[in-house]
T-cell receptor, first 112, second 112 residues
Framework: NAGVTQTPKFQVLKTGQSMTLQCAQDMNHEYMSWYRQDPGMGLRLIHYSVGAGITDQGEVPNGYNVSRSTTEDFPLRLLSAAPSQTSVYFC???????????FGEGSRLTVL | GDSVTQMEGPVTLSEEAFLTINCTYTATGYPSLFWYVQYPGEGLQLLLKATKADDKGSNKGFEATYRKETTSFHLEKGSVQVSDSAVYFCALSPYNFNKFYFGSGTKLNVKP
């Protein structure tokens, strides 16, 4: 059972570089989201999507882009990485109205 | 705006001790409330939830009751085990489950 799969698990970037964190789910969930986890701050919502072609901003969207071309995939793009984006990123999905998020194992990003 | 506040950790207990982790929330309307657990190196997973006032969520010996009058959703367990060592997150979601707001997390260490 794959569930929610995130890649890569670890990444080191230099300031100004761009990269994409991949997220794929095989549960046919319409809802997908990205969170960042920082010490003492819990999880904060970056972007979310309620279905293919529909995305919206969360609490901390600046510096990140998303798109949702298929139900399965929801990539998160960092356009020009900054040290403030050093964090652990989690992708999560759920069925509409179900109220339970299924999380990936996380991607640890370090920006030097 | 909607938010969750939970007690700071870490909480260190001996095996078989009683556990309480406090969680209070601020929200408009009638949100659903959740406890998620994160074991080392893993993503978050749902522990229990309650969708309306006075509901009690329970799972694996953990319980929490949705108290609208005190805007609280405290997590309790009568007898903790070493295997319960993890980080616990309180969360809320407005009625449509499109956004989740997480607390900062409470790390629980259980010593044998």
């Amino acid at each position: 059972n794959a569930g929610v799969t995130q890649t890569p698990k670890f990444q080191v970037l230099k300031t100004g570089q761009s990269m994409t964190l991949q997220c794929a789910q095989d549960m046919n969930h319409e809802y997908m989201s990205w969170y960042r986890q920082d010490p003492g701050m819990g999880l904060r919502l970056i972007h979310y999507s309620v279905g293919a072609g529909i995305t919206d901003q969360g609490e901390v969207p600046n510096g990140y882009n998303v798109s949702r071309s298929t139900t399965e995939d929801f990539p998160l793009r960092l356009l020009s990485a900054a040290p403030s984006q050093t964090s652990v990123y989690f992708c999560a999905s759920s069925r509409p109205g179900a109220g339970e998020l299924f999380f990936g194992e996380g991607s640890r990003l370090t920006v030097l | 705006g909607d938010s969750v506040t939970q007690m700071e950790g870490p909480v260190t207990l001996s095996e078989e001790a009683f556990l309480t982790i406090n969680c209070t929330y601020t929200a408009t309307g009638y949100p659903s409330l959740f406890w998620y657990v994160q074991y080392p190196g893993e993503g978050l997973q749902l522990l229990l939830k309650a969708t309306k006032a006075d509901d009690k969520g329970s799972n694996k010996g953990f319980e929490a009751t949705y108290r609208k009058e005190t805007t609280s959703f405290h997590l309790e367990k009568g007898s903790v085990q070493v295997s319960d060592s993890a980080v616990y997150f309180c969360a809320l979601s407005p009625y449509n489950f499109n956004k989740f707001y997480f607390g900062s997390g409470t790390k629980l260490n259980v010593k044998p």
